[in-house]
């Protein structure tokens, strides 16, 4: 069977079978998925933390984009001061002198008897900002500001060995 048919204008167009689509491209025939995002959705279930202790947060999974975040949303787990957690979702942006800014974490910790203390995180691999695109530190010392002037005190990069928690 053929695998292409032809239309009016003379130009072919792939047939899809068991998920399998060819094209003809001059004198050569490339196959590929008849279905692209099954890669992409593999990938996006790789970087998914499963939360353990769901009391704290709204959350079944946690999507993380690196390893220092999984480790993190591990810790932030793990922790019995931790009352709850949200990684930060991209359209939560704030504006800054350098464009929008999405930091990482929003954290409430039980301290002083109290589950008062708000704390916005951004996590990083490292506290050396020469180690950082230089629109990127902007923006992080740029949030620094934006939370205190509304009373978020406690924002802060967290990088392994030194979760600033």
Same mark, same amino acid.
């Given at each position: 069977?053929?695998?292409?048919?032809?239309?009016?204008? +003379?130009?072919?167009? !792939?047939?899809?079978?068991? +998920?399998?689509?060819?094209?003809?491209?001059?004198?050569? /025939?490339?196959?590929?998925? #008849?279905?692209?995002?099954?890669? #992409?959705?593999?990938?996006?279930?790789? *970087?998914?933390?499963?939360? *353990?202790?769901? /009391?704290?947060?709204?959350?079944?999974? @946690?999507?993380?984009?690196?390893?220092?975040?999984?480790?993190?949303?591990?810790?932030?787990?793990?922790?019995?001061?931790?009352?709850?957690?949200?990684?930060?979702?991209?359209?939560? $942006?704030?504006?800054?002198?350098?464009? !929008?800014?999405?930091?990482? =974490?929003?954290?409430?910790?039980?301290?002083? +008897? *109290?589950?008062?203390?708000?704390?916005?995180?951004?996590?990083?691999?490292?506290?050396?900002?020469?180690?950082?695109?230089?629109?990127? @530190? #902007?923006?992080?010392?740029?949030? $620094?500001?934006?939370?205190?002037?509304?009373?978020?005190?406690?924002? +802060?990069?967290?990088?392994?060995?030194? =979760?600033?928690?």
């Amino acid at each position: 069977m053929n695998s292409f048919q032809n239309y009016p204008s +003379g130009s072919q167009r !792939p047939l899809a079978s068991d +998920g399998i689509a060819a094209e003809q491209s001059s004198d050569h /025939q490339i196959d590929r998925l #008849a279905n692209p995002g099954l890669e #992409a959705h593999d990938h996006f279930l790789d *970087q998914m933390y499963r939360v *353990q202790n769901k /009391q704290k947060t709204d959350f079944d999974y @946690v999507v993380y984009d690196s390893d220092v975040e999984r480790q993190f949303a591990e810790k932030l787990d793990t922790r019995e001061d931790i009352k709850m957690f949200m990684k930060l979702p991209p359209k939560f $942006k704030i504006d800054t002198p350098v464009g !929008p800014y999405n930091p990482d =974490w929003a954290i409430i910790k039980h301290e002083d +008897g *109290q589950d008062r203390i708000y704390m916005i995180r951004e996590t990083k691999n490292t506290l050396d900002d020469s180690k950082l695109r230089p629109p990127e @530190v #902007a923006k992080i010392k740029s949030a $620094k500001r934006h939370f205190e002037a509304i009373g978020i005190t406690d924002y +802060g990069r967290s990088v392994p060995g030194k =979760w600033n928690l």
